[in-house]
């Protein structure tokens, strides 16, 4: 079946559930059993429950995995990912422009308690070869990266890690299942945080993962039974309700993005537009080769280098809400600096490039007529 026909059937047998359309909401917190000793498909919701599962076979056809994870949040895969693969004494090399949640968690969670976090500059593969040693247990990337959209070559860096019998997870967030699968370009692990596309409309928080390699889903499953991050039946209900338009909105994401990106390229108060899409970005070329298309998001420097302008811009968007999430139908702007990557130290966000006068268009699927006149009235 091709995707779009997959994100509304696969995961959901009608006949097991009354021969209901929708998948039901199993809003319990216990199975009961007939018998001591008795073994049944779902006996307590926090080790998963018939929409869970539901849920987690549908992203798992999605990504051309084996198997998928469902938590309480993008936050909560990421990190039973990390507990799953790494112990003290281990090491960890990430992807130097990482989301901030994922940065937090690496530098300020798992580095005291004895992990060693290395962040490299990826976008040349050869960079990993002079990092790899033994203790290495880890390649974390992100790619389209979050806020500037950098590309990393999935493929290569993957051979390389794996020439080091290094695990490989990507961060599929921003290009959705839809636009790429990290599995079948190498990696080992993709998350998600469905809060964004996958649910696709900010009334959910929840994280996905996939995998094919069944030791690797039953680590991290066991994390996710022990430390019980789990999502709800009805965050459950909602994703996957969200995941059956997810290919008519990304084409309308992925539209409307591009027109953004080149009517701002040309706007006097804008110093530079980052978008795979536009042919003087970085990563154009590598988009084009390991995406289908060039995703929702946009991010641009203004002219002026300010909190102060930044500011000024938000507050006359009238379409645009100013707000921490993406990836919803409605048109969101994020200022990284004090919002998604308000926790890096100053110097790192000088570093990664991540300034005051910069903001991070989620291009929404509104009229597209009218999201270019809200930012021309902004501007």
């Not at 995707?3 to 959901?12: D, K, L, M, S």
């Not at 409309?201 to 993962?209: F, K, N, P, Q, T």
């Not at 270019?372 to 930012?375: G, R, T």
């Given at each position: 079946?091709k995707?779009?026909?997959?994100?509304?059937?696969?995961?959901?047998d009608?006949r097991?559930h009354?021969?209901?359309?929708?998948?039901p909401?199993y809003?319990t917190?216990?199975f009961a059993?007939e018998?001591?000793?008795?073994e049944l498909?779902?006996?307590?919701a926090r080790?998963?429950t018939?929409?869970?599962?539901?849920?987690?076979?549908?992203l798992?056809?999605?990504?051309?995995a084996a198997?998928?994870l469902a938590f309480?949040?993008g936050m909560?895969?990421i990190d039973a990912?990390?507990?799953?693969?790494l112990?003290?004494?281990?090491?960890?090399?990430?992807?130097?422009?990482v989301?901030?949640?994922?940065?937090?968690?690496?530098?300020?969670v798992?580095?005291?308690a004895?992990?060693?976090v290395?962040?490299?500059?990826l976008s040349?593969?050869?960079?990993l070869d002079?990092?790899?040693?033994?203790?290495?247990?880890?390649l974390?990337?992100?790619t389209p990266?979050?806020p500037l959209?950098?590309?990393v070559?999935?493929?290569?860096?993957?051979a390389r890690?794996?020439?080091?019998?290094?695990?490989?997870?990507v961060?599929n967030t921003?290009a959705?299942?839809y636009l790429?699968?990290p599995?079948?370009q190498?990696?080992?692990?993709?998350v998600h945080?469905a809060?964004?596309y996958?649910a696709g409309?900010?009334?959910?928080?929840?994280?996905?993962?996939a995998?094919n390699d069944?030791?690797?889903?039953?680590?991290?499953r066991?994390?996710?039974?022990?430390?019980?991050?789990v999502?709800?039946?009805?965050?459950?209900?909602?994703?996957?309700r969200?995941?059956?338009?997810?290919a008519?909105?990304?084409?309308?994401?992925?539209d409307n993005a591009?027109?953004?990106a080149?009517w701002l390229?040309?706007?006097?108060?804008v110093?530079?537009v980052f978008y795979?899409?536009?042919?003087?970005h970085?990563?154009?070329a590598l988009a084009?080769?390991?995406?289908?298309r060039?995703g929702?998001i946009v991010?641009i420097?203004l002219k002026?280098n300010?909190?102060?302008a930044a500011?000024?811009v938000?507050?006359?968007m009238?379409?645009f809400a100013l707000a921490?999430s993406?990836?919803?139908v409605?048109?969101l702007?994020?200022?990284?600096?004090?919002?998604?990557?308000?926790?890096?130290?100053?110097?790192l966000?000088?570093?990664?490039?991540v300034r005051?006068?910069?903001?991070?268009?989620?291009?929404?699927?509104?009229?597209i007529?009218?999201i270019?006149?809200?930012?021309d009235r902004?501007?």
């Open positions: 079946m995707f779009t026909t997959r994100a509304i059937h696969c995961g959901y009608s097991e009354g021969h209901a359309v929708m998948p909401i809003q917190s216990a059993h018998s001591l000793g008795q498909p779902f006996s307590y080790t998963g018939p929409t869970r599962a539901a849920l987690e076979a549908c798992a056809s999605l990504e051309q198997h998928g309480a949040s909560a895969a990912v990390m507990r799953a693969m112990k003290p004494g281990d090491e960890v090399i990430a992807q130097q422009d989301y901030g949640g994922a940065y937090r968690l690496l530098s300020k798992l580095a005291p004895g992990v060693k290395t962040f490299a500059d040349d593969p050869a960079a002079g990092l790899l040693n033994p203790a290495v247990r880890l974390w990337l992100e990266s979050n959209l950098g590309l070559d999935m493929t290569a860096l993957a890690a794996h020439a080091a019998g290094v695990r490989v997870a961060d921003f959705t299942p790429q699968n599995l079948e190498g990696a080992d692990i993709v945080s809060t964004k996958l409309h900010s009334d959910v928080l929840l994280g996905m993962v995998v069944d030791e690797l889903y039953q680590s991290i066991f994390i996710q039974s022990s430390a019980g991050a999502p709800g039946p009805q965050d459950c209900f909602l994703t996957l969200g995941i059956k338009t997810l008519l909105r990304m084409e309308r994401h992925c591009e027109r953004v080149a390229s040309g706007h006097r108060a110093e530079q795979p899409g536009l042919a003087g970085a990563g154009h084009a080769r390991q995406m289908r060039f929702g991010t420097y002026e300010s909190r102060e500011g000024r938000t507050e006359r009238q379409l921490e993406l990836g919803g409605e048109s702007v994020n200022h990284s600096a004090t919002m998604s990557h308000g926790s890096m130290p100053a110097e966000k000088a570093q990664l490039g005051e006068g910069q903001l991070r268009l989620s291009v929404g699927i509104e009229d007529d009218d270019l006149a809200d930012l902004a501007l």
